[in-house]
């Protein structure tokens, strides 16, 4: 790994109100998961549309990659000597220890009932890792031991090896989705869950949720297949996302099967359009891509830190075309993947209109299509995509 911070972002000017942080579920708002506005780039040009009216804006031959990682329960209690916090169990490593962050919970914890006390109740707040050697008592009996940050760089993240009991056990027993102060509160792990989600065999997933998927719904699966969109699999378990903000990414397992990878080498050939839904299907496509744009079957891979960045190492994308993504923080590390694909001129368009318009932001929000401009045939627009 890295240990440089990542470069700023295109948005860091731009201030997105609290108010347009989406506090809960869309189904908790409106008529269900696909009850959410669609925000559609083409270039510069910005278009405004229900996402049930996805389909419209696709076209046959066009595969969607997505993500069929499970979210994890993975907020546990716990205490440091008299300290009460929170532990995100964000990735395991190679070796068998976790990556964790250590949180302050919310100081409406346990007692509360007026305004925002629901709010604070399961959120929590950042908070310094470590120190080295520190053992944190976890419930059922368990404990973990602080060893060393991810990198020389942050603060938050440090690998612990858990002692006295499966972590993939204690979650199941113990664990909460992880949540933050913006939503309103609590809710079933199923909320997290997106239709594409599949168990996987050694209880493993995503320490939040790949929620690009989440509009997702089985009938407008049908109807996309109906008109010829195809979808393509792969599988990556997304580590916490409250590190993202200028600092140095981190290794993240993942899956191409050879499958998906014949689907999209093939549609590439044939003039198809690959369409990433999600952050997490961009990163787990461009690691596998080849030199030469070609996608190769990787099996319990390792996203290598840094690959995300292409913006700062001018190579641009090599296989997506186009992106369904979440609305995220001017600051989010996220945004330099967009501006790779899209083109910076387009994500600063895309943005203010979003800000303009009230769209909500965050894992409950609303999303964001980002097509290649095919009215432009200047090299220098071309280039931002393959």
């Known amino acids: 790994?890295?240990?440089?911070?990542?470069?700023?972002?295109?948005?860091?000017?731009?201030?997105?109100?609290?108010?347009?942080?989406?506090?809960?579920?869309?189904?908790?708002?409106g008529a269900g998961r696909d009850d959410v506005r669609l925000l559609v780039s083409r270039g510069?040009?910005?278009?405004?549309?229900?996402?049930?009216?996805?389909?419209?804006?696709?076209?046959a031959g066009d595969v969607l990659v997505v993500n069929t990682s499970r979210t994890l329960p993975a907020a546990v209690e716990g205490r440091l000597g008299g300290e009460r916090l929170v532990v995100h169990f964000s990735t395991r490593g190679d070796?068998?220890?976790?990556?964790?962050?250590?949180r302050t919970p919310g100081t409406g914890a346990g007692a509360g009932t007026g305004a925002?006390?629901?709010?604070?109740?399961?959120?929590?707040?950042?908070?310094?890792?470590?120190?080295?050697?520190?053992?944190?008592?976890?419930?059922?009996?368990?404990?973990?031991?602080?060893?060393?940050?991810?990198?020389?760089?942050?603060?938050?993240?440090?690998w612990a090896r858990v002692a006295g009991g499966d972590v993939a056990g204690l979650l199941a027993r113990h664990g909460r989705a992880i949540r933050y102060a913006y939503t309103e509160r609590d809710q079933p792990l199923s909320a997290?869950?997106?239709?594409?989600?599949l168990p996987s065999p050694d209880g493993s997933g995503s320490a939040e949720m790949p929620s690009a998927g989440r509009p997702f719904t089985a009938r407008l699966v049908?109807?996309?297949?109906?008109?010829?969109?195809?979808?393509?699999?792969?599988?990556?378990?997304?580590?916490?996302?409250?590190?993202?903000?200028?600092?140095?990414?981190?290794?993240?397992r993942f899956e191409v099967p050879a499958t998906t990878a014949r689907l999209v080498n093939a549609a590439v050939a044939g003039g198809g359009r690959i369409v990433a839904v999600g952050t997490t299907a961009v990163r787990a496509l461009e690691s596998a891509a080849g030199p030469g744009g070609g996608v190769r079957a990787e099996a319990c891979g390792r996203r290598r830190a840094g690959r995300i960045w292409w913006s700062r190492r001018?190579?641009?994308?090599?296989?997506?075309?186009?992106?369904?993504?979440?609305?995220?923080?001017?600051?989010?590390?996220?945004?330099l993947m967009l501006e790779a694909i899209a083109g910076r001129p387009a994500l600063e368009r895309a943005y203010t209109e979003a800000v303009r318009h009230l769209y909500l932001w965050h894992e409950f929000g609303d999303v964001h299509l980002v097509l290649p401009d095919e009215t432009a045939h200047s090299p220098s627009c071309a280039s931002n995509f393959r």
């Open 1 to 29: 790994m890295t240990g440089a911070a990542v470069g700023r972002t295109a948005l860091e000017g731009l201030r997105v109100p609290d108010a347009l942080s989406a506090r809960v579920p869309a189904e908790q708002r």
């Open 44 to 59: 510069t040009e910005v278009s405004h549309h229900a996402f049930r009216e996805l389909a419209g804006q696709l076209r």
């Open 95 to 102: 070796d068998g220890r976790w990556a964790v962050e250590l």
């Open 116 to 158: 925002g006390a629901g709010r604070r109740k399961g959120a929590t707040s950042a908070r310094a890792g470590g120190p080295a050697g520190a053992v944190v008592r976890l419930p059922g009996g368990g404990h973990l031991v602080l060893e060393e940050p991810l990198d020389p760089a942050g603060t938050r993240l440090w």
């Open 192 to 197: 997290y869950q997106t239709v594409f989600a």
């Open 222 to 252: 049908a109807e996309l297949v109906s008109r010829g969109v195809q979808f393509a699999p792969i599988r990556l378990d997304t580590g916490v996302a409250s590190v993202e903000a200028h600092e140095p990414p981190y290794p993240e």
């Open 314 to 335: 001018g190579r641009g994308v090599r296989v997506v075309d186009g992106l369904l993504t979440g609305l995220h923080e001017p600051a989010a590390s996220h945004l």
